[in-house]
């Protein structure tokens, strides 16, 4: 069955430290996108991908950065971990525009 | 900006009653409304979604309503049940972007 996958599901890092959360999928969806998680905040866009070697800032795009070599894979690196970047992070994919968004189970995140 | 906002953030029913969770938006351009469920430890589901030419849509012991004058739309779940304990997400947007609403605790008691 097809499915997206997220690692880490948790990880704890230091202050300042060059962080990436993997994202795979095996839908062979054209959307990617990252989100984070903050309690009242319901789901914040970060950033997101319409299809290889293409990525777009979402709202609450710094610090973050993705990249896009291939189809399946949306991986996201922090640049220097801080402590407000602590959250549940979660990856989703969707075959385009206004459709049913798939998502990973979530990675937690911890800078300390 | 754009914004959804959701009420209410926590919501206890007693389990066979009805709940329902409302949602404003302001973008005049958002055409898709979708509703998701998130269990803990898990990511969010999709569970109902709707369009702009749609008023109205069922699926079982879930309905989904629109009011585009208004700019609100809400979720109805019927005859509730103790799996139906979760976090709903309700979200608008157009083409490519959807904006998410902050989340309502949904509380079965037995």
């Known amino acids: 069955d097809a499915e997206i996958t997220q690692s880490p599901r948790h990880k704890i890092t230091e202050t300042g430290r060059q962080v990436t959360l993997a994202c795979h999928q095996t839908?062979?969806?054209?959307?990617m996108f990252w989100y984070r998680q903050d309690l009242g905040h319901g789901l914040r866009l970060i950033h997101y991908s319409y299809g290889v070697h293409d990525t777009n800032k979402g709202e609450v795009s710094d610090g973050y950065s993705v990249s896009r070599s291939n189809t399946e894979d949306l991986p996201l690196t922090l640049e220097s971990a801080a402590s407000s970047q602590t959250s549940v992070y979660f990856c989703?994919?969707?075959?385009?525009?206004?459709?049913?968004?798939?998502f990973g189970q979530g990675t937690r995140l911890t800078v300390v | 900006g754009e914004n959804v906002e959701q009420h209410p953030s926590t919501l206890s029913v007693q389990e066979g009653d009805s709940a329902v969770i409302k949602c404003t938006y302001s973008?005049?351009?958002?055409?898709?409304f979708p509703w998701y469920k998130q269990e803990l430890g898990k990511g969010p589901q999709l569970i109902i979604d709707i369009r702009s030419n749609v008023g109205e849509k069922k699926d079982q012991r879930i309905a989904v309503t629109l009011n585009k004058t208004a700019k609100h739309f809400s979720l109805h779940i019927t005859e509730t049940q103790p799996e139906d304990s979760a976090v709903y997400f309700c979200a608008a947007g157009s083409n490519y972007q959807l904006i998410w609403g902050a989340g309502t605790k949904l509380i079965i008691k037995p």
């Open positions: 839908w062979n969806h054209n959307n």
């Open positions: 973008d005049s351009a958002s055409n898709y």
């Open positions: 989703a994919s969707s075959v385009g525009g206004t459709t049913e968004a798939f």
